[in-house]
């Protein structure tokens, strides 16, 4: 049984630039969350999907938006990135809201430089 | 605000040695997370505590979850060198229509000889 594919797993922008981050769930599972890890915030959520839908976002800026496919596939966007956008983003599926259980994808690196 | 603290930051054990995990969050929640994840790695789910009074336990861990007294334990027994990790838990104020996972800080656990 696949896992929680993201891509790509590592990314070094430029500050201003943007980035689009891919998530592929688990093959049923309809919800997909993103959090942000970085060393002086720890893990952070950033919003959940399920059905299309945003049904849940974090205390992130505006820059930080996201979308989700027909089939689940999510994508999340960072535009105007800055320096402190470096971290690791990983995405988490479950089967339905709520979990329970989430399962994490390896994650994207990315670093703005 | 959901508030989820872990301690301790940074443990350093010899192996063999048992030891404790403790975190405590401040909201009520029935479900709670553990999560393993090493040096750049992704999140590895460890457990999974949806009720008050939960205990699972998996080879030299086991977790439990004290709903009233807001706190979970994750005890580690005779540490091996294989544990070294850093170790999160995780609470989850779901309600079914919503996801979110509010980590602690993360205890970075050094297993040594």
């Known amino acids: 049984k696949a896992g929680v594919t993201q891509t790509p797993r590592y990314l070094i922008k430029t500050r201003g630039q943007q980035v689009t981050l891919s998530c592929s769930p688990i093959s049923g599972h309809r919800s997909v969350s993103w959090y942000q890890q970085t060393p002086g915030q720890g893990l952070q959520f950033l919003f959940e999907y399920f059905s299309e839908t945003q049904r849940n976002k974090g205390n992130f800026p505006g820059r930080f938006s996201g979308r989700q496919f027909s089939n689940s596939r999510s994508e999340m966007n960072v535009s105007t990135l800055e320096l402190g956008d470096s971290a690791l983003y990983l995405c988490a599926s479950s089967w339905k809201q709520g979990g329970p259980g989430y399962t994490f994808g390896s994650g994207t690196r990315l670093t703005v430089v | 605000e959901l508030k989820v603290e872990q301690n301790p930051l940074f443990l350093s054990m010899q192996e063999g040695k048992n030891y404790t995990i403790y975190c405590n969050y401040s909201?009520?929640?029935?479900?709670l997370y553990w999560y393993r994840q090493d040096p750049g790695k992704s999140l590895e789910s460890l457990f999974v505590l949806l009720s008050n009074g939960a205990v699972k336990q998996e080879g030299r861990l086991m977790a439990s979850l004290d709903t009233k007294a807001r706190l979970s334990t994750l005890h580690i027994t005779a540490a091996v060198h294989d544990l070294s990790a850093t170790y999160f838990c995780?609470?989850?104020?779901?309600?079914?229509?919503?996801?979110?996972?509010?980590f602690g800080t993360g205890t970075r656990l050094q297993v040594t000889l």
């Open positions: 995780a609470v989850d104020i779901s309600d079914g229509t919503a996801s979110k996972l509010t």
């Open positions: 909201t009520t929640s029935d479900r």
